[in-house]
């Protein structure tokens, strides 16, 4: 069964910085994108990070230069390292899988098939 659990949310500081990470179980963990998503209250879910099969990172516009994706192979952990968090990226995130190995996670969440249940990321002044 796969299953994908998030871990590391919480409460940071306006121009803080935090790192969360996806543990995952179940699938060819280094032949699959993986990707983060998050959702704030009253906004659309939209998509924040992904690695490709081979380990090459892609942001969305609003957070390249300030968050980092990657993984690690050894322990099948997938990780979203943050700074300079504002409150405008406070939200819900999610870790997400597609269906098969040969298929990028994009930016719209089209053929993801796996999701997790979410960490929560609050950051305030």
């Known amino acids: 069964q796969v299953r994908l659990a998030e871990s590391g949310g919480g409460s940071v500081r306006d121009g803080g910085s935090a790192r969360i990470s996806c543990q995952v179980s179940?699938?060819?963990?280094?032949?699959?994108?993986l990707g983060w998503f998050r959702q704030a209250p009253g906004k659309e879910r939209e998509f924040v990070a992904a690695?490709?099969?081979?380990?090459?990172?892609y942001y969305s516009h609003s957070v390249e230069g300030r968050f980092t994706s990657f993984r690690d192979v050894t322990t099948q952990t997938f990780y979203l390292q943050m700074h300079n968090l504002s409150p405008a990226d406070t939200g819900v995130y999610f870790c997400?899988?597609?269906?098969?190995?040969?298929?990028?996670?994009?930016?719209?969440?089209?053929?993801?098939?796996?999701w997790g249940s979410g960490t929560l990321v609050t950051v305030s002044s």
């Open positions: 179940g699938l060819a963990f280094e032949s699959y994108s």
């Open positions: 690695v490709s099969h081979t380990d090459s990172p």
């Open positions: 997400a899988a597609p269906s098969s190995p040969h298929t990028l996670v994009v930016r719209s969440g089209y053929d993801i098939r796996y």
